[in-house]
């Protein structure tokens, strides 16, 4: 005797097959979309760079201490085949950053390959903020971070020369506040966030008693401003902006030779 299945459990017999069909059809098709995906990066990977396009962000003066072709080169001796050679799996952009940022002017670097398969790479320079020509023979400048900085073979920038008696380069010199760069340091802050002061300083020697004596760009004066402190040398430079623009217009800085800021809330001056 044959037993008829119940039309209810019919359909649902069905509808499980037709769920299933359902189910692995889309496992199938996820499968085929990561297969053609991964074949497509792997083919992508493959795929010659067309391009390498540095940009080198020029100073505030429209320079630059490092050149694009230079980055090049640098880039070139860090890849194991020529750079017209180069695969998009050959290269690591964060590495690329790496390698940038250990040349001497860079301060930051940027990587990134486009659509096009292009590298394009941005450098930030390294800004200086003194260049130190000391007695002992050292010859570099300390940038805006009190990094050392080397001289560029491309372009001398125009920031206030520190001459004299300056003490040799010490890698922990930052970690003293009373290290003689550090407070170099904190008088070119000084100089460089005042347009007027920016303007009117071109030198800074250190006498063999540790004093500084400023140099200005204009005229064939000599400002004696004292040992560094980082408050009474603020205020001794403030009294000496207020003299040059008070002070000087009435006779002119030309019938002086010295101008000397050591003496509480006055400006000496002595004439020629």
């Known amino acids: 005797m044959t037993t008829k299945r119940p039309a209810g459990a019919i359909s649902r017999f069905f509808a499980g097959i037709f769920i299933a069909i359902r189910v692995y059809g889309w496992i199938f098709v996820a499968l085929a979309v990561a297969v053609l995906a991964v074949s497509a990066i792997t083919e992508r990977e493959a795929t010659h760079i067309q391009a390498i396009r540095p940009e080198v962000r020029p100073l505030a003066d429209n320079a630059n201490l490092v050149e694009a072709d230079e980055l090049l080169a640098l880039l070139a001796t860090s890849f194991t085949k020529p750079l017209d050679e180069l695969r998009l799996s050959d290269i690591d952009v964060e590495r ?46 300390l940038d805006r971070e009190g990094v050392r900085l080397p001289l560029s073979a491309n372009h001398t920038v125009r920031v206030p020369v520190v001459t004299g008696n300056v003490v040799p380069w010490s890698d922990d010199y930052a970690e003293q506040p009373n290290h003689q760069l550090a407070q170099l340091m904190e008088l070119g802050g000084f100089l460089r966030a005042d347009d007027f002061l920016a303007a009117l300083i071109e030198q800074i020697n250190v006498t063999d008693s540790g004093e500084l004596v400023l140099a200005p760009k204009v005229g064939d004066q000599v400002i004696y401003l004292g040992r560094y402190d980082p408050k009474i040398t603020l205020e ?34 002595k004439k020629i």
Do not use: C
């Open 96 to 141: 690329v950053e790496e390698v940038l940022e250990e040349q001497a002017f860079v301060g930051d670097a940027e990587a990134y390959v486009d659509n096009d398969l292009v590298l394009n790479i941005t450098v930030d320079q390294r800004v200086p903020l003194l260049r130190i020509i000391a007695d002992n023979g050292q010859n570099y400048y």
């Open 236 to 269: 001794r430079l403030q009294r000496l902006k207020t003299f040059y623009r008070e002070g000087l217009p009435y006779e002119g800085w030309r019938k002086y030779r010295s101008f000397d800021l050591r003496y509480a809330d006055q400006v000496v001056a």
